[in-house]
DNA sequence: GCAAGTAGTTGCATAATAAGCAACAACTAG
DNA sequence: CTAGTTGTTGCTTATTATGCAACTACTTGC
């Protein structure tokens, strides 16, 4: 089937502001390789809805709240967010800790809902962030869904090291998810940022499928032995019954 | 200025399915007057960045997760949001309730941050839901920020009620939003659903226009006096932080 | 303060694409 | 099993998207 060039191109424009925060139309155009004065008639259809808008006149553009609507949307509707959503917030309140709700989405984690304990340290909101599979226990967890041919082609290339915990081999990572399959949950210690651990399980779909994964997460000094046995259980529930929720039978 | 139509029928597409959750091809294609293979090509470069899924092979549309990778991107970038964020957890933690930040968006309150203390009642989750500004206390104080014409603009055509409690007068809106110029801040009780209270303050930019509304929402057998007068001294303080750092001076 | 350069916008002509049509495969309903 | 409907796709052409040139507005350097 094909596309339309002009849509495409006008999403492009949504991804490059997506990943530079703010381009200006020349800049743009040299990127996508067209005349300035088509960019500037895409950006146009596109700030017509708030897509984009620009800083000042005349100035630079940037993605503007309009996105939001259509994610609201998007969130309101995943039927994984609205079974877990209750779960998601007796967990946090039962662990003190964050807890996130992740999928798969082109070779990354993509976190769409993020619960707090207030007593939780961290304040940074995930949703909506597309995080490195090989260095995060949800990532894991999502790769754990997958054969070991599906693990090695979307990891394809060189794993980057965030910090000197990263497992960075292919084949350790492959050998680290036969473990994930067999235990049903896995602790990641500081592999994303020193001082960040997380214990994530697998939600399956009514097929048993792996369709996202569930965490709780804290600074690693809060993350004992004992809380990652307490958590590790509380969290394997919850992503269970999200799961039975979903349809998910499990007939052992 | 001129916009590209075939982009402007995507992004109509991208707002009937965010509006009717899922629709077929040729649904769509009734709706935009278009050709149904029109449609189909539309939707293909839509689906291709994940803005859009099918639910089954040959079956109906619906927003994709791709939304949720912009929407990201979108709250990273929003100063307000960001500036916020902190201010909005410890006031979650002071108050043991919700705290949403909302923006002006087409005649709506959009959410678009959310908090909530461990012990909050409710799960729903607001962000990028566009809610009636007549019958919240976010949305007061986003009218409040408006001159009474401008206020008049938007509240055009009758006010739908809600609850019982519901003020659906223009005239009684746009006495009340002196008050909330006033006062600084605002208090609904019961307008949107019954037994859910907020109390909400505005966010000012570096010009002092009204720019984003906080609030403390929660049930409203706990907003009592007490809790008004604590939240919403507090909530202030919060509110003024946030203009502050976006460069607001308060000169008196 | 002025000149030169750059960025974004817009009218117009035309090159290129988006769109409609027809036909098809797949599915659903009776 | 048949008729009807939906979504898809090859092909043609009607229509639009695009590039160009010229413009306004702004920035930078002297």
Same mark, same amino acid.
């Given at each position: 089937m094909g596309t339309v060039q002009s849509v495409d191109r006008a999403l492009q424009i949504l991804e490059i502001l997506a990943r530079d925060g703010e381009r200006g139309v020349t800049e743009i155009a040299g990127q996508l390789d067209v005349h300035k004065s088509t960019v500037s008639r895409l950006i146009d259809s596109l700030a017509e809805r708030d897509l984009v808008e620009q800083n000042e006149s005349r100035g630079k553009y940037r993605l503007g709240v309009g996105i939001l609507r259509l994610a609201g949307a998007t969130t309101a509707r995943l039927d994984v967010v609205q079974e877990a959503r209750s779960l998601s917030r007796s967990l946090a309140a039962a662990t003190g800790e964050t807890v996130n709700l992740a999928v798969l989405s082109e070779g990354a984690a993509l976190y769409v809902d993020q619960v707090e304990? =207030?007593?939780?340290v961290q304040s940074h909101n995930w949703v909506g962030q597309r995080i490195p599979l090989h260095a995060t226990s949800n990532g894991k967890v999502l790769l754990a869904g997958m054969s070991d041919d599906e693990v090695r082609a979307v990891l394809a290339g060189e794993l980057p090291a965030?910090?000197?915990? =990263?497992? =960075?081999?292919v084949g350790e990572v492959v050998a680290q998810l036969a473990g994930v399959r067999h235990d049903g949950y896995v602790v990641v210690v500081d592999?994303?940022?020193?001082g960040l651990s997380a214990v994530a399980a697998p939600v399956r779909n009514i097929h048993g499928d792996v369709i996202a994964s569930m965490s709780v997460s804290g600074p690693t000094f809060r993350f004992t032995a004992e809380l990652v046995d307490r958590a590790g259980a509380e969290l394997v529930r919850c992503a269970l019954e999200v799961s039975r929720r979903l349809g998910w039978r499990d007939l052992t």
């Amino acid at each position: 089937m094909g596309t339309v060039q002009s849509v495409d191109r006008a999403l492009q424009i949504l991804e490059i502001l997506a990943r530079d925060g703010e381009r200006g139309v020349t800049e743009i155009a040299g990127q996508l390789d067209v005349h300035k004065s088509t960019v500037s008639r895409l950006i146009d259809s596109l700030a017509e809805r708030d897509l984009v808008e620009q800083n000042e006149s005349r100035g630079k553009y940037r993605l503007g709240v309009g996105i939001l609507r259509l994610a609201g949307a998007t969130t309101a509707r995943l039927d994984v967010v609205q079974e877990a959503r209750s779960l998601s917030r007796s967990l946090a309140a039962a662990t003190g800790e964050t807890v996130n709700l992740a999928v798969l989405s082109e070779g990354a984690a993509l976190y769409v809902d993020q619960v707090e304990a =207030t007593s939780a340290v961290q304040s940074h909101n995930w949703v909506g962030q597309r995080i490195p599979l090989h260095a995060t226990s949800n990532g894991k967890v999502l790769l754990a869904g997958m054969s070991d041919d599906e693990v090695r082609a979307v990891l394809a290339g060189e794993l980057p090291a965030y910090t000197t915990r =990263t497992v =960075t081999d292919v084949g350790e990572v492959v050998a680290q998810l036969a473990g994930v399959r067999h235990d049903g949950y896995v602790v990641v210690v500081d592999e994303l940022e020193h001082g960040l651990s997380a214990v994530a399980a697998p939600v399956r779909n009514i097929h048993g499928d792996v369709i996202a994964s569930m965490s709780v997460s804290g600074p690693t000094f809060r993350f004992t032995a004992e809380l990652v046995d307490r958590a590790g259980a509380e969290l394997v529930r919850c992503a269970l019954e999200v799961s039975r929720r979903l349809g998910w039978r499990d007939l052992t």
